[in-house]
Structures are given as C-alpha cells and as structure tokens.
C-alpha cells in the first residue's frame, strides 16, 4: 500500500497545525462562526445534531494495521470508543468537542491520515473496488491511479471551490464494486486491443435527481488520465450553476446541456490542457505504482485444512459461503468482515473490534485492510489454511456474522440519529429488517439481496440503487418511508423506481417481510435473485406484495 | 390564510463542545430544554432571536427550535428536536447518557 513521502507527512502536518491557529481564532473571537465554517469544512469537520463530527478520509478504501489502530486510540481518547464506516470509505466520528480537534488531526498525521477535502465543494476522497489488487477478475489494480488522483486533486488550486461536491471512483474491474456510474467522474478500467484504459463516464449521482453517469470518452488511454480529469472539471468549473445548489452538481449540467455538448467542451479543453502535462505525471504514477506491486504469495501451503474445516464446521462453512470472495490466486481468498451483526448500527465499529481487525490482519492477512462502500471491512490477502483460526478468532470478536451480500447487509445512513440534514431515522429501519429476517431464518433462503436505507433525499444511503430502497421522509413531523424497487449499483446500474405510498415507521418492517415473501413466492428457483425476479416479471407483482389492500380493493 | 404561530424555543449549539443548548428567559444558554423560554408570541420570538444571535459567541446556528408545553417546562415539539434534546436512539449516548 501507499506510503505517504516526506512531502505528504509535511503537507498534513503543515495543514492540522493551519486549523490549530483557525480553531484558536474562531474561540478567541477572532473569526466569526460564517468565517470560520468554510475552514473547518474544509478539515472535515461538521456541526451536526449532538456534537461535532469529524470525517476522516480512508483513500480508495485502503488502510493500514498501524492506521487502524490509530483510529481506535482516536476513538477512546477523544470520542465514545466508536467510528463509523462511510458509504464513501471514510470513517467518522460523531462526539468529539472542536477544542480537541486539532490534536486529533496532528495523532492521524502521525500515520499518515488525515480528513482533508472531506468536505466542501471540493474533489472529495477517491473511491475504488474493495478489492483492489486481489480479485480474480481484476483487469489492473486501480489503486495507483487512484493515489495519483488524490495527490492531483489534494488542495488543487483550481478545484477548492467548486460550485458544488464532486466525487471520483475507480473501478479495475468488469463487475463494479465501487457504484462507479453513481459519481461525479466514473473510472471503469477496460483493456482495449491489448492496452489498458480507462471507460470515463460524467454526470452519475444520487440525491434528489439520481442519474446515472453518461460515457463521455470510451477509451481513456492511462498516460492521458490526469489531463482529461483536470479537462473534466476545468469544464464544470465554467458550466456548474453556482445560482442553485440543487442544480449545481455536474450531473445537472451533463442532463441540462447533453452528453454530446459536454463531450465538445471536454475534448476542447483536453486539446488545450494536454500539451501542458510534460509526462513527470507519469513519472509520480511509477512511483506510486512500484508501492502498490502485487506481495509475494504463499505457493507452498496446504489447504486442506479448509476443506476439512468447511466439512466439519456448519458455522464455519456458511461464514465461508457469504463472506469470501474469489482471489486472483486460487490458495487465497478475500475475507469481508461484516459490521452488520443483526441489530447493530451499520457500519460501526467499536475500537477494540478496530485493534482485533488490525491484529488479524497482521497475522493472517499481509497487513492489508480495506474499507468497503458497502461498510464493511476487507481481508483481501488470507491464504485459505488460514481462514479457520481468522473465523474462530473473528468469532471471539462478534466480527463473524454470515451476512454479506444478504437482507441484513443493509447500507444506512446515520439519519435522523445523528445527521443535520435527515428527516427520518435510517439506523433503526435497519435494525429490525436485520433482526426480523434472522428471526424468520430465512436470510439465507433468500440470498442475495441489497436493501439500502437514506434517512433523507440525499441518499446517503445509496437507496436509489438498492434492490430494495428505503428513503425516510417526514411526513408532517412524523417519519414515513417511501419504498424504491430494481435498484442496482453494480456494472448494470439502475435507479429503483418508487413503488407507491410511504409506509410509517410500524408499517414498514412488515410491509418488507411481504415484500420478500412476495418474492419468494414468484422467482422460478433459488437462483434467480430478487433483482433477476423484478426485471424479468416488472414491479406488478412486487407492488402487489406491498400494497395487498389496494390490490384486493381493485 | 397566514399560518398560526407554533411555539418555539431558542437553541443552537454549544461552540466548544457542539453540544445542544438553549437559551433561558435569563438570557443564559443551558443544556436542558425543560430550562428554556417557551416563546409562543410571533414578535417576541423575532425580538428574542435577535437579542440571542447578539448574546453570545459561544452559541452556534442560533435557531427557533418547534417545541410546546409540558408539565416540566418545554417539550420537544418535533422528532429532531426530540433527538437533539435527548440524544441517539441506538445508543445511549448525549443528554440521556450524561442525565443518567
């Protein structure tokens, strides 16, 4: 993984000792709350419902044991001895007082981290695939382009006041697991003719008009990737409407002025940018990309300890069945660690399941941790005569629940809980779904299945591409939620369409248990999963499972 | 029609900390809604909005918060106002945890 330069360590450190001197100012009056809050966004930091909370950015998802043990002392010094893990492979926290802030961003300095651009109308913290660098389908390892982005886009003098967020994801893979058509900028790696490129698409997001991204270029050569970027957003720069903040992100711009437009002013500008990089871009992605070099891997280990473990153990092997995903070297596996036990908040963690996932990861997975859009965390390196001890030990942690890619693997916001800006609570909704169908026992049975939560239109918790979305709204000061059906956040995204009326927060567990029971009674076998169920039979069926009065009443 | 008047509260956040405060008929910031002045006027609220965002320095996104009338003094008038008064539901954290 990427090790930060003496550059970077004097660029953070130089960055947390600026907002030390901004912090003293705003509490000597010095600054004004309306001066002081574009500084303190643009170190992360948010004023929300209880308390500050500081986001702290965890580039394309990757982390190291050292730095997430940072993360836990953070989290017992100078919070409630928990973080949550964002939709945007960010960590926050959600108590800390303003005065220890600063120390705070000198202790992640230390380790290399920090919470720079993690808000603001700024190029927000790059995302990639999870699985970066281990997957078997993987065409290249985006990492190192996503580490040149974030050096290029780290306080670009151009980019810090953007006429609103925008966000960058890399996919190195055909299956996409990073939403990639969802971003401002979609990177999805593709080889062409032997040489590996990038499909560029513009204009995806969520929030209050989810769209998703257009294909402004289909074959991005890798030496051309960081003067098309800067084409990119030199073009939304002059196009993005600063008069509306609803209509200011490049997706508005992209559906108001077409692709085919924002293609001529892309190139046009590509055409004028490109001569101006010299090639020491590609200088800096050697460099970078020399760190992430694929690790040597064990050939010489026996895994027939796993299979005798698989065929002794139920527990194990249905652990095994969920939570591993295919390695590009067949003796290896990636390890998701689910932080969706069935009635906990989604996507937190306490600070000792912190030290317990640094610790593991040291012994049995080459140091290497990655945070996943979905809010979970990655083993991507354990050899398979390993995954035994990792489970019996993730065990002991209340880290080894059978879950993902299942009904209670849910995405949800912090919502009403904890958020400014939500109007119903998403944590809750998640916790009886998790609760309700591991009562039922059916979890499985049902198989895979995405429900994402946002406890407010702007989608935080992707629920646009859910298989089954759930947005909270409030409905005359009481919570209601609104269902979207055949949403998708892989490489054949769509948006879900709403099903029909909202449902109150005591209809809504069970309007879902119809809903899923609905399904079961139509797909054609096990293997059809519940999205293959809706586009094959459209939402009649669906609707039909959620709204059985009107039904009968027609 | 104008729409009639809801009773509301001062509140903001604390600077230092972030913590929910409000502002009492003693013009001091306190931690507990019950504490608050219940405001139930149009124009005093606006009079009493303008004397709170020149009061303190410490008060942050001084705002009229929906709230109505209890037995103990204010209640929350609205679910946020309720989370921010008492704290998270899935855990016990904030004001609920430090009233315990």
């Not at chain 1, 790696?189 to 204009?203: A, K, L, P």
């Not at chain 1, 760190?291 to 895994?303: H, M, N, V, Y």
């Not at chain 2, 604390?14 to 910031?29: A, K």
Request: charged share 25%; hydrophobic share 40%; glycine share 8%.
């Amino acid at each position: 993984m990427y090790h930060h330069s003496e550059f970077d360590r004097a660029f953070v450190v130089d960055r947390a000792q600026r907002f030390r001197d901004q912090v003293n100012r705003r509490i000597s009056g010095a600054l004004t709350e309306e001066e002081f809050r574009p500084l303190r966004l643009m170190n992360g930091v948010y004023l929300q419902l209880h308390a500050y909370m500081l986001r702290i950015a965890i580039p394309y998802g990757s982390i190291s044991p050292d730095q997430m043990r940072r993360l836990a002392h953070i989290a017992d010094r100078w919070d409630k001895g928990y973080g949550h893990f964002t939709t945007r492979q960010n960590i926050q926290f959600n108590w800390p007082k303003l005065v220890d802030i600063p120390d705070m961003l000198d202790s992640l300095a230390e380790v290399g981290m920090h919470a720079i651009q993690t808000s603001g109308n700024t190029i927000r913290n790059v995302t990639a695939d999870h699985f970066s660098g281990a997957a078997a389908d993987e065409i290249a390892d985006p990492r190192p382009y996503a580490e040149l982005i974030r050096q290029w886009s780290t306080d670009h003098p151009e980019f810090q006041f953007l006429p609103r967020k925008f966000k960058i994801a890399v996919s190195g893979s055909p299956n996409d697991r990073a939403v990639v058509k969802s971003h401002d900028i979609g990177l999805r790696m593709i080889r062409q003719d032997g040489e590996i490129g990038f499909e560029v698409s513009v204009g995806g997001g969520l929030g209050r008009t989810p769209l998703v991204g257009k294909v402004v270029r289909d074959f991005l050569p890798v030496r051309d990737l960081l003067p098309y970027l800067e084409a990119i957003l030199s073009a939304y720069n002059s196009v993005g409407r600063r008069d509306n903040k609803y209509k200011a992100r490049l997706k508005i711009a992209v559906q108001e002025l077409g692709i085919e437009h924002i293609r001529e002013l892309v190139e046009a500008r590509f055409a004028e940018i490109r001569p101006l990089f010299d090639g020491s871009d590609q200088e800096v992605l050697e460099r970078i990309s020399q760190q992430f070099a694929a690790p040597a891997l064990q050939d010489d280990r026996s895994t027939a300890d796993y299979d005798a473990a698989r065929d002794a153990d139920p527990v194990f092997r249905s652990w095994a069945d969920t939570n591993l995903h295919e390695h590009r070297h067949p003796d290896y596996a990636i390890v998701t660690v689910s932080l969706k036990k069935h009635g906990a908040t989604p996507g937190d963690a306490t600070s000792e399941q912190m030290r317990v996932l640094a610790d593991l990861a040291e012994k049995y997975g080459i140091g290497d941790l990655r945070i996943s859009h979905e809010q979970n965390v990655v083993l991507p390196y354990v050899h398979r005569a390993d995954l035994a001890a990792l489970h019996a030990a993730l065990r002991e942690a209340d880290l080894a629940t059978a879950n993902i890619g299942l009904i209670s693997d849910i995405i949800a916001c912090p919502g009403l809980d904890y958020c400014a800006l939500a109007t119903a609570r998403s944590i809750p909704i998640a916790q009886q779904i998790a609760e309700r169908f591991d009562e039922l026992k059916l979890e499985h049975e049902i198989g895979e299945m995405k429900i994402k939560i946002s406890g407010c239109i702007n989608a935080c918790g992707h629920h646009h591409v859910g298989h089954i979305g759930i947005l909270g709204l409030d409905r005359a000061g009481v919570e209601n939620y609104q269902v979207t059906l055949g949403g998708d956040g892989t490489e054949t995204m769509a948006v879900g369409e709403r099903a029909g009326p909202g449902f109150s927060k005591d209809e809504i567990i069970p309007a879902i248990e119809r809903l899923v029971q609905g399904y079961l009674a139509v797909r054609e076998d096990a293997s059809e999963t519940f999205l293959q169920a809706y586009r094959r039979l459209g939402p009649d069926p669906f609707k039909a499972a959620l709204y059985p009065a009107e039904q009968k009443a027609a | 029609m104008a729409r009639k008047f809801e009773p509301v509260v001062i509140s903001a956040n604390d600077l230092f900390d972030g913590r929910v405060i409000y502002l009492t008929g003693q013009n001091e910031w306190v931690s507990h809604l019950r504490q608050a002045e219940l405001i139930t006027d149009e124009e005093q609220a606006k009079h009493r909005m303008a004397h709170a965002m020149a009061l303190s320095d410490r008060a942050v996104g001084v705002f009229l918060a929906p709230a109505r009338a209890g037995e103990n003094g204010p209640e929350p008038g609205h679910p946020r106002e309720a989370f921010r008064a008492n704290g998270p539901s899935n855990y016990f954290h904030g004001k609920q945890a430090e009233d315990a």
